[in-house]
């Protein structure tokens, strides 16, 4: 296992976070608190020291697994917890980002998990409802009591997360430091706004659903049981097959698993981008586990990006044409190089002039 950032924090985290939404069999599926804790322990066994849990996640056993299996080690590791999401139906201020919510369910996951304090604290989703002065001042109160170290943010759009961390900035508040989304080769639209946000805010990105409901794996090509709509999203489709496809043809040349391949591929991508990890079964984690040691050579990854790449949608696909190109940087532009960032490429650089100028 390799180590990296958790965004502009010094924080030190592994590259793969063990995600534990399987973690109790509560909700009819996932796995029991023996087979949670034994894969708590292959994580660990192969160096991870990042875990991801939620307290609405298997009505809370997923925590109290946590909690138990870390009894004597848990300053070792990174424990991250999220609020946000309901936990008591027919009670309003159970749900949302409000200071109520934050306070209540912070104090609820630290009793489960058996600990004082939590390394990240991440906001499960976005509640319009509650005005993000109140919310980021509410978790910097959190960082100031000790409770939280750092707080992170999932599922919002790009603005709102720049909003929210400039106004911490603005104020002295604790910033966000990393962000939760869904990313994967099936799914790609969060390189139109949200990755590059990260990067300019130096946020790290953990990637959720890495395998697409696990549609990446190939196990669904061909048959009636692969159109899936989960959540909102079809990973259902001809494209969608045709990449896959490709992803199991690099697994077969490079003798890997197409799990294997998926996850390498995100580590590829620019930025900090750490994946969830999520199993049900020792096998399981142990063969995802195997991507530490796959590095996917630069035609497996030209073959891979161009077969998956999104729609660039407007106003990317309006700024990336040459007319355009030459008018917003000047007739010129093909002489311009930019070393702000380390790098001697033109600023034409097909991941710099996807809508804005060079930075």
């Known amino acids: 296992m390799r180590y990296t950032l958790l965004g502009r924090s010094g924080i030190r985290v592994a590259e793969f976070a063990l995600g534990s939404m399987t973690f109790g069999d509560e909700w009819g599926w996932g796995a029991p608190p023996e087979t949670s804790t034994r894969m708590l322990q292959v994580y660990a066994d192969a160096g991870g020291n990042f875990i991801d849990t939620a307290n609405a996640y298997t009505g809370g056993a997923s925590e109290s697994i946590i909690g138990r299996a870390l009894r004597g080690r848990r300053d070792r590791f990174v424990l991250a917890t999220k609020y946000t999401l309901q936990t008591s139906p027919g009670d ?73 961390n400039t106004l911490a900035e603005l104020r002295d508040w604790s910033p966000f430091v990393g962000v939760q989304m869904r990313y994967n080769l099936l799914a790609r639209s969060v390189e139109s706004e949200l990755t590059p946000m990260a990067r300019a805010h130096d946020l790290a990105i953990v990637a959720w659903g890495p395998l697409a409901e696990g549609r990446l794996t190939g196990k669904y090509l061909d048959g009636a049981e692969g159109r899936l709509t989960r959540g909102g999203w079809d990973f259902s489709g001809q494209r969608r097959d045709h990449i896959v496809r490709e992803v199991v043809d690099v697994a077969k040349a490079g003798g890997w698993t197409p799990a294997q391949v998926a996850f390498a591929w995100l580590r590829s991508r620019p930025g900090t981008v750490i994946p969830l990890l999520g199993a049900t079964s020792e096998q399981q984690l142990t063969t995802n586990l195997g991507a530490l040691d796959v590095t996917l050579d630069e035609e497996a990854l030209r073959r891979l990006d161009e077969i998956s790449a999104p729609e660039p949608g407007f106003p990317h696909d309006v700024m990336a044409g040459e007319d355009m190109i030459g008018l917003a940087y000047g007739d010129q532009w093909r002489q311009v190089v930019d070393r702000r960032r380390g790098s001697r490429r033109p600023v034409n650089d097909n991941d710099r002039l996807a809508g804005s100028a060079p930075a």
């Not at 200071?99 to 209540?104: I, M, P």
């Not at 906001?123 to 707080?151: I, N, S, Y």
């Open 92 to 164: 309003l201020n159970t749900a949302g980002n409000h200071r109520k919510n934050l306070v209540t369910s912070l104090e609820a996951s630290l009793r489960r998990l058996d600990t004082d304090y939590i390394d990240v604290l991440w906001v499960h989703a976005r509640d319009t409802l509650t005005p993000l002065p109140e919310l980021m001042r509410a978790l910097d109160d959190q960082v100031r009591a000790g409770k939280v170290l750092h707080v992170g943010v999932s599922d919002w759009s790009a603005w709102e997360i720049a909003q929210a």
